[in-house]
């Protein structure tokens, strides 16, 4: 499934090759992606639209319009995006297609058919990591927001943390223990000042959970 650092270089991409192109023409090969109308309402909802962004909401990619509705990607596990010229074949589990102006297609591709593409979704997350509100504060009421569970569990919980994902979580390692020691390198806000110790006091179950770790991958999401 691809991580936060992977969606935020599909947005900047995508921009790149689709941004303020008019969706002249869509075909649906597999229907289950589409969530939740049907392949009809889909095509008429989203044809000859202009595509004015691409951003990363969450582990999603949200599409707007020039008529301000919102198309929200979910690629899954295996789900894959092209971007073709229209006379070239399409991949061999391509789901849909968008034809645009100028010539060219986005292929919407998944063999599992999991990937989602939900019309003005209204879902909710949890706080980004890469938002100027994401604070030592902020993370440190997470933390102690959490009565039981592993830390794994917490960090992948959307509805707290919004975008982070298996592989960041197994980065982290385990110990068993209501109170742990956290070693900051500098303010979330500023990056990389002096180096502190910090003691959080918590009642959140971990398994020896080196936050240090956390903490500057991050930072280093809110640079990139």
Not at 95 to 124: H, P, R, Y
Not at 129 to 156: H, Q, R, V, Y
């Amino acid at each position: 499934m691809p991580e936060l650092p992977d969606l935020e270089v599909f947005a900047e991409n995508l921009n790149k090759l689709v941004l303020n192109k008019k969706i002249t023409d869509i075909k649906i090969i597999k229907e289950k992606p589409i969530v939740p109308l049907k392949p009809v309402q889909f095509i008429n909802f989203i044809k000859n639209k202009k595509i004015i962004s691409v951003k990363r909401v969450d582990k999603q990619l949200l599409f707007t319009f020039d008529s301000r509705d919102t198309m929200l990607l979910h690629l899954m596990l295996h789900g894959e995006l092209f971007f073709k010229k229209i006379n070239e074949d399409l991949p061999k589990y391509a789901c849909v297609v968008f034809e645009l102006d100028g010539k060219n297609v986005l292929i919407f591709s998944d063999f599992t058919q999991w990937m989602k593409l939900k019309i003005n979704a209204n879902e909710e997350f949890g706080i980004d990591p890469k938002s100027k509100g994401f604070t030592f504060d902020a993370f440190k009421n997470i933390l102690n927001d959490k009565k039981k569970g592993n830390a794994k569990e917490l960090l992948m919980n959307q509805n707290k943390i919004s975008g982070l994902g298996n592989s960041f979580a197994d980065e982290i390692g385990m110990l068993t223990s209501p109170d742990f020691s956290l070693m900051l390198y500098g303010d979330l806000n500023k990056c990389l000042l002096d180096i502190k110790m910090l003691s959080i006091s918590t009642k959140l179950k971990t398994s020896n959970f080196s936050l240090d770790r956390l903490y500057l991958l991050l930072i280093s999401l809110r640079d990139s």
